[in-house]
């Protein structure tokens, strides 16, 4: 079945320093979506990809889909502990009408 | 606001002792999703109402039922609750099935077995 990995799979930064997660599929997608889960919290969608290498902004986070669609990265600059949480991935591969498939996760941990 | 509501937050059973969780919803979403998520693991899909089509995972064990009475609710049934079954449960709605549609999340019901 579709694999989804995403590493690290937690990280510690000092406020101030950039976060970057990776998000791997065995297979590839028809699209991404990111999701953030906040400590106790349910995961609230960001952003969608689905064209190969797009990449979108939202103020200091950058989502970039990779050229063969296996492939995503989320890049926080200048973490602050409001990025606390966990972040998610999840797509479905391409072809099928299978479900969207979450990626295990990258809990970020942000210290003053 | 329109919004995903599950209820109650937090519920304890017996082990053994069917439970019953419940969504509801005022998106208008014509999906439902069920999904179980232990500690440190991502999202896990049990199962999908679009409309009144039923769609079970393959591996959801037969301990896990769902109904959807009508467009805004619907529940999750656990029949025989086991220790393995404590979780949080999360309860998601998007417009269509297609998986470019964002799925808009309940705030959960975290299930402790006694």
């Known amino acids: 079945g579709q694999q989804v990995m995403q590493i690290p799979q937690y990280q510690h930064v000092q406020e101030g320093e950039d976060f970057t997660t990776y998000c791997n599929s065995s297979t590839t997608l028809s699209n991404i979506q990111w999701y953030k889960q906040r400590p106790g919290g349910h995961p609230v969608f960001l952003i969608q990809l689905v064209k190969s290498g797009e990449v979108k902004k939202q103020k200091r986070l950058t989502f970039q889909f990779g050229e063969a669609k296996k492939n995503s990265s989320l890049h926080i600059t200048a973490t602050q502990t409001t990025d606390v949480g966990t972040y998610f991935c999840a797509g479905r591969r391409t072809g099928t009408a299978s479900k969207l498939t979450f990626g295990t996760g990258t809990r970020l941990q942000v210290t003053l | 606001d329109a919004m995903v509501i599950q209820n109650p937050r937090y519920q304890v059973t017996q082990f053994g002792k069917p439970v019953t969780l419940s969504c509801s919803q005022t998106?208008?979403?014509?999906?439902m999703y069920w999904y179980q998520q232990k500690s440190s693991q991502a999202p896990k899909l049990l199962f999908h109402?679009?409309?009144?089509?039923?769609?079970n995972e393959a591996d959801t064990p037969d301990n896990f039922q769902s109904r959807r009475p009508n467009t805004s609710f619907c529940f999750l049934d656990i029949r025989s609750p086991g220790l393995g079954d404590a979780a949080m449960y999360l309860c998601?709605?998007?417009?269509?099935?297609?998986?470019?549609?964002?799925?808009?999340f309940g705030d959960g019901t975290r299930l402790s077995i006694l």
């Open positions: 998106l208008n979403h014509n999906v």
């Open positions: 998601a709605t998007s417009w269509t099935g297609y998986s470019n549609q964002p799925q808009h």
């Open positions: 109402y679009y409309d009144k089509d039923f769609n």
